[in-house]
């Protein structure tokens, strides 16, 4: 539900054009083909992607031998959904982890794409399942981040290991992790500065963090997740690839989905980041995070 929910605006913008375009014409030739292939570019769904769901739609068009335009929605679900779910898309699996083992997952991204707000929600998605949860403030270097962090801890009931605004952000790290060891912790989830003006800067500093972490658990971080905000269309693009030559990056969090008709963009970021989306944010709430599933994503444009 919520996931249908959140796809709202890209439903009703991209949908109901393609609905239009089918009602429009009868037969199926080069000029629908055309036609639903500029759609498919406007709502973001990416080149490469719409390229190969072309190829297999006129496949099986012509397999199944199709007079008219009936049914061709279908077709493209099943084709999006075909293209879609190949590969591993969920999160570490906690209940995988040796007994007693922190996991820890590190949280990458430019300010202001929804960050802070996504670690609150997985918090919360942990602790529903039952784990304890603590959160690392690494970032350091934004004013505010800190008490931003702190205010979701206290919202999900997650301690917050911080330091003054300006200190080091690894030895944050190294803090968080002694006290999640003492206190027997399931999940840490640190959050890190997002700044992208200096691209060695980035990389350095999350290489030190990185190693920090290493040092103390050393499959750690089990998860690099990258933030990125789905209403910034193609520029989330440029900043994934940015973060993926600074650090490696585990999977995807796409934000503010709901903010957005162009919610194809989530399709053109796993086809040429080849980094899986492992979740959408689909609004500012605690439970508004929600695991990423081709199938109902596509689904869902259609439903
Ligand atoms: P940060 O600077 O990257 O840590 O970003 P924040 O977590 O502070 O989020 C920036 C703004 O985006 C806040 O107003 C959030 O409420 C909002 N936001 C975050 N995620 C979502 C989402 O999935 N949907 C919507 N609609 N808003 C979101």
Known sequence: QKFKAGLAKTRDSFTSKVNDLVARYRKVDEDFFEELEDLLLQADVGIETVMELMDKLRFEVQRKNMKDTNGIQAIISEKLVEIYERGEEDLIDLNMQPKGELTVILFVGVNGVGKTTTIGKLAHRFKQEG??????AGDTFRAGAIDQLQVWGDRVGA????????????????????????????VLICDTAGRLQNKVNLMNELE??????????????HEVLLALDA??????????KIFKEATDVSGIVLTKLDGTAKGGIVLAIRQQLNI????????EQMDDLQPFDAERYVYGLFA
């Open 159 to 186: 301690e917050v290991v911080k330091q003054s605004e300006g200190s080091d952000p690894a030895a944050v790290m190294f803090d968080a992790i002694q006290a999640a060891k003492k206190r027997g912790v399931d």
């Open 131 to 136: 784990r304890s949860v603590m959160l690392a």
């Open 276 to 283: 899986p989306v492992k979740f959408v944010g689909l609004g």
């Open 208 to 221: 030190k963090v990185k190693r920090v972490i290493s040092r103390e658990i050393p499959d750690a971080p």
């Open 231 to 240: 209403t910034t269309g193609q520029n989330a693009l440029v900043q994934a």
